[in-house]
């Protein structure tokens, strides 16, 4: 009986603990507005629907995360290894300055959006956003299909974009 209560305790604790697996965009996050590079607001579903067609690569960082600036090497391998993918930096940083002026430092190729609610805003919370960086791909049909890798050389991002 002891076994069997231990058993059912643990796989309940295994359970509530792990992250719900989603493949698609909510329509409250695909309707969040972020901020572009020129200062314009852009929903999400516009960012991701101007790449219909292509896998996307999803970096969510900021400035001040010493493991998303540690990760910008092997993500720039990465870029020159699947070129055909679109890279699109999502920022949880604070202040627009602040975000601008580290990409040029660290000279960040790809596309870049401010989100002006950081990890708490509705894609944070749709994806339970509590580490970045977070990396996710999606699909060339919009479709999520890595969800949660927080290292940049983590195998599957590169078998997922295979």
Known sequence: MKSITYFLICSLLFVSCSKEIRTQFSEDVLNEQYVSLKGDSVAFKDILSAHKGKQIVIDVWASWCRDCIVGLPELEALQAEKPNAVYLFLS????????????????????????????????????????????????????????DAIEADDPLIRQTLK
């Not at 000279?107 to 990396?135: A, C, Q, S």
Request: aromatic share 14%.
């Open 92 to 147: 949880a940083d604070r202040d627009l300055d602040t975000w601008k002026r580290t990409i040029k430092k660290y000279n960040i190729e790809g596309e870049h959006y401010f989100m002006t609610k950081g990890t708490k805003g509705l894609l944070g919370e749709f994806v339970d956003i509590d580490w970045i960086p977070r990396y996710m791909i999606v699909d060339s049909d919009g479709h999520i299909e890595l969800f």
